[in-house]
């Protein structure tokens, strides 16, 4: 039989399905169990290979009966004709190459499936019901180690002393606004703010493209703040969008825009994924100004009806070409959809594919201002091919990294990250890692202690790292090469900052050397190239790097230095009227979340009092 060239078994030429004289191999019969051992028929008397094709069916696609719909498999085919509907069949309705991990947007989810650009909730393997035990479990379903971001308010401002003859004034920013700049620090706008808040504050769509660390977040926060204060808000719809790829750049757009907004007593909420969702849902409820998002958790809210945004009269998408790359594209379109009209104000590096799309499509005869196009910032910085040894590599980096200031090091993988990281703190150096594969909380404190200076070395991926927005970065050193050159100017982007100087460092292998050059030639940068050893005086003069490492570091001490804060637990509150956490004399089980299942009957003072008394005695009325 020539089908046994291509198939196992066949179903027609099996004997009875409850028949257990089956004389082929236990691995040949189709009721082999490649888990479990050999069974003939499971509670729905399916046979093994007439279940689901994701829990064990080995044999190729062509050969699998549930792939195969014209080629066997009758009984299955009938059972779909008929309508019934197994567990093998309930995600029929999606394309076969979009489920699981590579679904999209478009489909239904719900909170506790995963947001895989955006990290949103967990999988809908791990029960919330059977994890009551940990204690990094809030009551409310979140998870203790999550992002968390308030609001900040710069108190009372004197506007008494603000110049009207420079600065922001002469842009037409309210004097409250100009006094908040003041005290943070900010006096004087960039290139891109005084080309872009005009034409925003007048109403116009407003599409630029500036540099990373060239001011964009001012250009569109400034405008905003603008715009709104001139009018009260009518009712508790949001007023202004502004959209984030990550959920690292929506925090710190976050925290640049609220000190701000507090000036002119308008509300702001940080909406991303990894934060829990009752707050940002409750302030959806009590009514809010200004909305900063990642597109991921936006939507969910959207799908979920907690979320409306037909109110939106200006909407900002930064670094919408990050957006195009992790494929959220979609997510935004529905997003604008449910905005409608409205002033649009959108940043990008490029304006090519998926972006001048969105462009055409949803901006009004936008205003184009391009100040410090990317290569032209990478150009300003000094760049470095240094072609080393492979068994000299990690030494290297940690000579490298050896140095005073803030020092970025790019690894390709997750897995590579951590891995750097760990031989960096080996040879005493205080580095950690920032990946998508560290939950939000881990990642949030991580970057807090880079900015702040406690961790001097970030060892971060691409995609990570295009959430960081810290001024006084000196050096990126590219131990692993970018996959492009778009790649290479935006790892170089993150030095040489709002005019500061910086170096860009990549260290070379032999086998790479053609495709570095290639990256070089497409970015437009010239570096100087060096072959470099261990010691060498190059290396310290252009790292600034000290080549004597200090002893290694203990996990302790670096735990203690991203360690989360304490936390507690949310809950009812004690022992009161039933609650939680103590124990209560109706309650023989404690604070235990299901002790309501084996609770004496309720009785009342008089009745428990005949019953002690009835056995133990009279007692004396302080007793009760």
Same mark, same amino acid.
């Not at 470095?384 to 790019?410: D, W």
């Given at each position: 039989?020539?089908?046994h060239?291509?198939?196992?078994?066949?179903r027609r030429?099996?004997?009875?399905?409850r028949d257990?004289?089956?004389?082929?191999?236990?691995?040949?019969r189709a009721?082999?169990?490649?888990?479990?051992?050999?069974?003939?028929?499971?509670a729905?008397?399916?046979?093994?290979?007439?279940?689901?094709?994701?829990r064990?069916?080995r044999?190729?696609?062509?050969?699998?009966?549930?792939?195969r719909?014209?080629?066997?498999?009758?009984r299955?085919?009938a059972?779909?004709?008929?309508?019934?509907?197994?567990d093998?069949?309930?995600?029929?309705? $999606?394309p076969?190459n979009?489920?699981?991990?590579?679904e999209r947007? $478009?489909?239904?989810?719900?909170?506790?499936?995963w947001?895989r650009?955006?990290?949103?909730?967990?999988?809908?393997?791990d029960?919330r019901?059977?994890r009551?035990?940990?204690?990094d479990?809030?009551?409310?379903?979140? +998870?203790?180690?999550?992002? $968390?971001?308030k609001?900040?308010d710069?108190g009372e401002?004197?506007?008494?002393?603000?110049?009207?003859?420079g600065g922001?004034s002469?842009?037409?920013?309210p004097d409250?606004?100009?006094a908040?700049?003041?005290?943070?620090?900010?006096?004087?706008?960039?290139?891109i703010?005084i080309?872009?808040?005009?034409?925003?504050?007048?109403?116009?769509?407003v599409?630029?493209?500036?540099?990373?660390g060239?001011?964009?977040?001012?250009?569109?926060?400034?405008?905003v703040?603008?715009?709104?204060?001139?009018?009260?808000?009518?009712?508790?719809?949001?007023?202004? #969008?502004v959209?984030?790829?990550?959920?690292e750049?929506?925090?710190q757009?976050?925290?640049v825009?609220?000190?701000?907004?507090?000036a002119?007593h308008l509300?702001?909420?940080l909406?991303a994924?990894?934060?829990?969702?009752g707050?940002?849902?409750?302030?959806?409820?009590r009514?809010v100004?200004?909305?900063?998002?990642?597109?991921?958790?936006?939507?969910?809210l959207?799908?979920?009806? +907690?979320?409306d945004?037909?109110?939106?009269?200006?909407?900002?998408? +930064?670094?919408a070409d990050?957006?195009a790359?992790?494929?959220?594209?979609?997510?935004?379109?529905?997003?604008?959809d449910?905005?409608?009209?409205?002033?649009?104000?959108?940043?990008?590096?490029?304006?090519?594919?998926?972006?001048n799309?969105?462009?055409?499509?949803?901006m009004?005869?936008?205003v184009?201002?391009?100040?410090?196009?990317?290569?032209?910032?990478v150009?300003t910085?000094?760049?470095?091919?240094?072609?080393?040894?492979p068994?000299?590599?990690?030494s290297?980096m940690?000579?490298?990294?050896h140095r005073?200031g803030h020092?970025?090091v790019?690894?390709?993988?997750q897995r590579?990250?951590?891995?750097?990281?760990?031989?960096?703190?080996?040879?005493?150096v205080?580095?950690?890692? #920032?990946?998508?594969?560290?939950?939000?909380?881990?990642?949030a404190?991580v970057?807090?202690?880079?900015?702040?200076?406690?961790l001097p070395?970030l060892?971060?991926?691409?995609?990570?790292?295009?959430?960081?927005d810290?001024? +006084?970065v000196?050096?990126?050193?590219?131990?692993?090469?970018?996959?492009?050159?778009?790649?290479?100017?935006?790892r170089?982007?993150?030095?040489?900052?709002?005019?500061?100087?910086g170096?860009?460092?990549?260290?070379?292998?032999?086998?790479?050397?053609?495709t570095?050059?290639?990256?070089?030639?497409?970015?437009?940068?010239?570096?100087?190239?060096a072959?470099?050893?261990?010691?060498?005086?190059h290396?310290?003069?252009?790292?600034?790097?000290t080549?004597?490492?200090?002893?290694?570091?203990a996990?302790?001490e670096y735990?203690?230095v991203v360690?989360?804060?304490?936390?507690?637990r949310?809950?009812?509150?004690?022992?009161?009227?039933n609650?939680h956490?103590?124990?209560?004399?109706?309650d023989?089980?404690?604070g235990?979340?299901?002790?309501?299942a084996?609770?004496r009957?309720?009785?009342?003072?008089e009745?428990?009092?005949?019953?002690?008394?009835?056995?133990?005695?009279?007692?004396?009325?302080?007793?009760?």
């Amino acid at each position: 039989n020539t089908r046994h060239t291509y198939r196992r078994d066949d179903r027609r030429d099996r004997m009875d399905r409850r028949d257990w004289n089956d004389q082929r191999g236990a691995r040949d019969r189709a009721s082999h169990d490649f888990e479990a051992g050999p069974r003939d028929w499971d509670a729905r008397g399916r046979g093994r290979y007439d279940g689901d094709w994701r829990r064990g069916d080995r044999r190729g696609s062509s050969r699998r009966d549930d792939w195969r719909d014209d080629h066997g498999n009758e009984r299955n085919n009938a059972r779909r004709d008929r309508g019934e509907r197994g567990d093998w069949h309930q995600d029929d309705a $999606e394309p076969r190459n979009e489920r699981r991990g590579h679904e999209r947007r $478009e489909h239904d989810r719900s909170r506790d499936r995963w947001d895989r650009h955006n990290g949103g909730g967990r999988g809908s393997h791990d029960s919330r019901s059977g994890r009551r035990d940990r204690d990094d479990w809030h009551a409310d379903g979140s +998870d203790a180690d999550t992002m $968390e971001w308030k609001a900040t308010d710069l108190g009372e401002l004197d506007t008494s002393t603000v110049n009207h003859e420079g600065g922001f004034s002469t842009l037409g920013v309210p004097d409250p606004i100009v006094a908040a700049l003041a005290a943070t620090g900010i006096d004087e706008p960039f290139r891109i703010q005084i080309a872009a808040i005009p034409d925003a504050i007048s109403g116009k769509d407003v599409l630029g493209r500036a540099s990373t660390g060239s001011g964009k977040t001012l250009a569109f926060s400034v405008p905003v703040l603008t715009r709104l204060s001139a009018e009260q808000r009518a009712d508790r719809r949001p007023r202004a #969008l502004v959209l984030s790829p990550t959920r690292e750049l929506a925090m710190q757009i976050a925290d640049v825009i609220s000190p701000l907004a507090s000036a002119m007593h308008l509300s702001t909420i940080l909406v991303a994924g990894g934060m829990s969702y009752g707050p940002q849902t409750k302030a959806f409820k009590r009514g809010v100004d200004i909305v900063v998002a990642t597109p991921g958790r936006l939507v969910d809210l959207l799908e979920t009806g +907690d979320a409306d945004l037909s109110g939106v009269q200006m909407t900002v998408l +930064d670094e919408a070409d990050h957006m195009a790359d992790l494929g959220f594209m979609q997510a935004v379109g529905a997003i604008l959809d449910a905005v409608g009209q409205g002033q649009k104000l959108l940043f990008s590096a490029t304006l090519d594919g998926a972006v001048n799309k969105l462009v055409r499509t949803y901006m009004n005869d936008p205003v184009t201002h391009e100040i410090d196009p990317e290569r032209g910032s990478v150009a300003t910085m000094t760049h470095h091919a240094f072609q080393v040894k492979p068994h000299e590599k990690v030494s290297l980096m940690a000579e490298i990294s050896h140095r005073a200031g803030h020092t970025i090091v790019f690894a390709r993988t997750q897995r590579g990250a951590s891995r750097m990281a760990e031989q960096l703190r080996e040879a005493g150096v205080m580095a950690g890692a #920032l990946h998508g594969g560290l939950t939000q909380g881990a990642r949030a404190r991580v970057l807090a202690a880079f900015k702040e200076g406690s961790l001097p070395v970030l060892v971060a991926t691409d995609v990570a790292a295009r959430g960081i927005d810290v001024d +006084d970065v000196t050096l990126v050193l590219q131990v692993d090469p970018p996959m492009n050159s778009k790649d290479y100017l935006h790892r170089a982007g993150r030095t040489a900052r709002a005019g500061q100087d910086g170096a860009v460092i990549s260290l070379i292998l032999p086998h790479q050397r053609r495709t570095m050059a290639r990256i070089y030639r497409s970015a437009g940068v010239h570096p100087e190239e060096a072959q470099v050893r261990l010691g060498d005086e190059h290396v310290a003069q252009v790292a600034h790097c000290t080549p004597a490492l200090d002893a290694p570091i203990a996990q302790e001490e670096y735990d203690a230095v991203v360690a989360p804060k304490p936390q507690r637990r949310k809950g009812k509150g004690g022992g009161r009227r039933n609650g939680h956490g103590r124990y209560h004399h109706n309650d023989r089980r404690g604070g235990r979340d299901d002790s309501h299942a084996q609770r004496r009957p309720r009785k009342d003072r008089e009745q428990a009092r005949r019953d002690h008394e009835a056995r133990y005695g009279r007692a004396g009325n302080d007793t009760w």
